[in-house]
């Protein structure tokens, strides 16, 4: 993969999640109100300081088995039947004996698929395929890289639209297997595994600030005590009306 | 090779739990299981090996939206599609919504919710209580393509074995008030005494559960005051959970008490043991709240939530006479047409699924309990190419999958951000009966009687996946506006209904005519529908009278302007994963059922169906309960049958 452009992805990682100011839109008597993040009258909290590129950056170097298995697809795909076809008493008569038509495997089709090209051809059709990361992002960044080049933005929320709405005046590459609105989709959500996922424990506090705002308390290892319930339920009843 | 006295397809509750009770019987018994032991598999790999929780699990991320892979797919994907009217409108191997089946030992009991609810007398009559309803002209309207039949069984034949099933998920709930909720109904009052309604008395069952009610969480403290203030009785919500009140949990002190209550003299052979022949001295530890169970994997070491992993499996295994076999697919029920008995069980080990390798098992006896999507697959790829058992044409009809989606969600006013904590425990809290059956009484659905069921209040749990799914969705929501739906999303809560999905005909399970999975067989094709006691949307039926109930349970927190906004739900007929029933109805009569009332097929008899395929109906809780005890039934039957030396024949 060639060098991840590492500072406009932050750019528009930033227009698909302004957390500075949405923080600074939300009320102060949230539950955590004195965090760090939350410095008075300025708050402080960006993808940056989450980590977010790093996370993805992370999420593809870990993406092999993602490859493999999208490689399997393929094959089955190809081959719906192949091991069917080898076990004793199956094959084309007993499909024939069950009026079942031609085999189809999919689970690309479904999209179900944590990972995948929209834009393989295939004959006269664009197919979708199942992929990893790598090689998803590996299309992806230098489209995107050169893109920005060509048009560098000055509102990165409207480019952003520009780009999930596939607009050809960008010039995104038409020999690109990933779309750009397929990019930002994609991106979108590997981000919000990363702001929202509880992967790693907490190194610095605003890993998990997001969590924290939103009072979503859960984490790996946790627990509570039958107190703790109480307490809440007493919280809520002395706001209660 | 070895000829097993049982081969059983699939370890949760109905495969998990008579897997155990055969072989303590004595029977030779291997378990097969389509996905690996995670459990095992998590406590050797994870970042926390030996220590009290695996974390691996314990992320949304993780465990939820991951999507499966080809090694580690707890939840069953990719083998079914559902095709709902118009035919036109299909999607397929969904693993989110369709096909939401355990792939790991102890199936769908592993990532089951946990509600632990038993259901009434009148459900096992509902056609001749409906009947007795019609008469009087106050049943809410149905079509011929519904196919209502009684239970072939009466209530009180189930009732032993729902205190020995209560027993071993370690039900936690407050006998006392859930019967309170269910005496002040209106329903209860206005429709006793009508033919099927049952004995009053039957409706409280004389054992308490064997845990104290889960502590009361805020979401569940909002809809239990809520409810009160409508005035429906509410009550907790008994989950199969220890409840982290109560200590360390003993199955075997517990399986004494339901031993207890079912009286020495009435007892069959089998259970005249005492418990502590029954069940080792094992423990299961108290539930620490953690939040991450509900639909998600308890990796609590000793299995605080309930399923057949931590409770019957482990038991089974001690056993000398078993063997467990996981990464197993079966595909085949292998069939002697000749002597028209089934021989054994063929499947493909696929611990290495690049590498899938033929195995069969050779067997007196077959139990199937894959859930009833994919049993009903397996039958009908199995035998004559009509399927196994299905000379009738009932195999794979009158699937029932309950109304979700139907419900009210409801958001709180911003000053509420963060009250509602619903990392606590389980999704579901605090429930009422009051709806069990709902009155129209309004002008379009007349002083008429639907058969509703149970209201639950529901916490939100999955903010990633409720975040992913805003920037996917059609128009995807980025931006500030999608930080702020994630605001949304932490002050809501839901009110869900388990609502009864009455069976019809054209509900069914087909192999589908093209699509196959990865190693090439059919996959299930699920077709579904709703008629007119169902309501084919919100405004109509007992969908519309259930809306307005939901409505008037929030009445109070609107007046006092707790509440933004309640936004109602329809009941969505592609949600099909969650609870399957029905494609193996049990019966009397060999044209109107697949299985005869010892679960057994009526076309093949050495074939057993165990997992909730065999509910004739479907009532308006969850099955769960319902599979357990009447697994514990069948077994008990075949154990019965065998000693008597009649044979199952």
Known sequence: MDAIPRENLYLLAEAILPLGRWLAGTPTQRPDALAPWRKPFTPQLSVRDVGLIEFIERQIAESSVDGALAQKWKQVEKEPLAVFNTLPGKGPAWRAARILGDAKFGLVESDNVEVILDHVKSGTKRVSRASSRREFYGHAFPAFARVVAAHPPSDWEQFRDRLLNNDTSLGWPATCPVTAGRFVAQFA????????????????????????ELGQRRRKGN????????AAVAALQLQLP | MKTYDFVIVGSGGGGGTISWLLAKAGFSVALLEQGPDLHKELEQTGDQAGEAYNAEVHDEYRFRLRKPRLQRRPRGAYNTRREVEPRTNSTFFQDLMGGWTGSTLGGGTVIWGTWGLRPFPLDFKLATFFKALEKEKIRGDMDDRYSLVDWPIPYSEMVPFFNVAEALLAVSGNRDDVFESVRQSAWFNALKGFDGFGDEKDYRPEMDYPLPSYPRTPVGHLVYEGAKAAGMVPCDLPVSIVNPRSGPYQTRAAIAKALAQWGPRRRAGFWQQQAKELWSERIRTACTMCGFCGEY???????PKSGTRVSTIPEFQDLPN????????AYEVLYDERKQRATGVAYLDVNNPDDPRREVLSAKHVIVSCGAVQ????LLMSGPPGGLGNTSDQLGRNAMFHLFGLGMTVFLKPKYQGLLRSEFGPTGNTATYANYL???GGKDTGDKWFKAGIFASTASKNPLENAVGSATGKPPVLGLKLLQQMD??????????TGDDLPRRENRVELDPNYVDEFGFPVARVARSFGPHEGADETKGMQKVVLEQMTKLFDSYVKKGVIDELRPGKALLDLIGDHQMGTCRMGDDPKQSVLNRHCQMHDVPNVFVVDSSFM????GVNPMVTVVANALRVGTWIIDQSRKGQGLS
């Open chain 1, 223 to 230: 627990a509570y005590s039958v107190e703790d319930v109480r």
């Open chain 2, 438 to 440: 709902v009155n129209g």
């Open chain 2, 616 to 619: 004739p109906t479907s009532f």
């Open chain 2, 375 to 378: 049993t009903a697959r397996l």
């Open chain 1, 189 to 212: 959500k590997d981000l919000l595994y990363g702001l929202l996922g509880m992967h790693d424990q907490p190194e610095r506090p605003q890993t998990t600030a997001v969590l924290a």
């Open chain 2, 488 to 497: 949304l999303y932490a002050r809501r809560l839901e009110l869900r209904i």
């Open chain 2, 322 to 329: 078993t063997r467990t076999i996981c990464n197993a697919r």
């Open chain 2, 297 to 303: 994997l308890c990796w609590g070491k000793d299995g």
